[in-house]
């Protein structure tokens, strides 16, 4: 479960596959995310230059030095590093498909909400598909990287993700083997090179149903499911 994969790497960054229900950083004497991944690279240090949440399984970028960080981190500032996600929620949302823009604040317990302002909003952008009785299946693209910015928006709209024990019916999602969030696709450019990476999920019944694989075959160049930035 707590497998590190390497997807790619070169003398720059390293992207690994982050599995579900991991810590980013270390907690309660746990090696994180980021332990785990410098120590199978066998490196003195790898810098973050974004995170994902525990629950949430996927794609990360981590830097090899710290210039590089800093290059990424311009990059994530100036909107540069383009990021697709699958979720899957059983309640069907109140639009298939769209924006969601609003302000985020903090609410009660680590929770987020949505407010009515948008002086300084999350941007989120999505398409869904139904899936088997039930299943809603959503393939997400944040504008901006507000924490918990996906599983606010996504409830937001009446859909909460499934597992999501914060955010969704907390009884009903103690019954999933997972939170149904997965970070699917980087798109960026550095240094005047180009680089696409794309990761299914491998950990989740429902991910791993048939109906959610053929879908996501359809899935395969995200990018090209979201033309406007508007």
């Known amino acids: 479960m707590n497998e590190i994969n390497l997807i790619f790497q070169n003398k720059n960054f390293a992207i ?7 810590n980013f950083h270390s907690e309660d ?5 980021v332990v785990l991944a410098t120590q199978a690279l066998h490196v003195e240090q790898l810098y973050s230059v974004h995170r994902l949440d525990k629950m949430t399984s996927g794609l990360i970028i981590l830097a090899k030095s710290s210039k590089i960080a800093n290059d990424f981190t311009k990059l994530f500032e100036e909107k540069k590093v383009q990021k697709y996600y699958l979720a899957l929620s059983l309640r069907k949302p109140k639009k298939k498909q769209g924006w969601i823009k609003a302000d985020m604040a903090q609410s009660r317990r680590g929770t987020y909400k949505l407010l009515q302002t948008k002086d300084n909003p999350a941007i ?15 393939l997400v693209k944040p504008h901006t990287g507000k924490t918990h910015q996906i599983r606010v928006a996504l409830k937001s709209i009446g859909s909460p993700i499934a597992g999501d024990v914060r955010y969704a019916n907390a009884d009903e999602a103690k019954k999933e083997d997972r939170g ?26 429902r991910y791993l149903s048939n109906e959610a694989k053929e879908q996501i075959k359809l899935w395969m160049k995200p990018w090209d499911f979201f033309k406007s930035t508007k």
């Open 16 to 22: 690994f596959d982050k599995p579900a229900e991991l």
């Open 29 to 33: 004497n746990e090696a994180g995310f």
């Open 124 to 138: 989120t952008q999505f398409i869904s598909v139904a899936l088997r009785v039930g299943e809603r299946f959503f």
């Open 180 to 205: 149904y969030l997965h970070a699917y696709a980087l798109n960026f450019t550095l240094n005047d090179e180009e680089f696409s990476f794309v990761s299914e999920p491998d950990f989740g019944e």
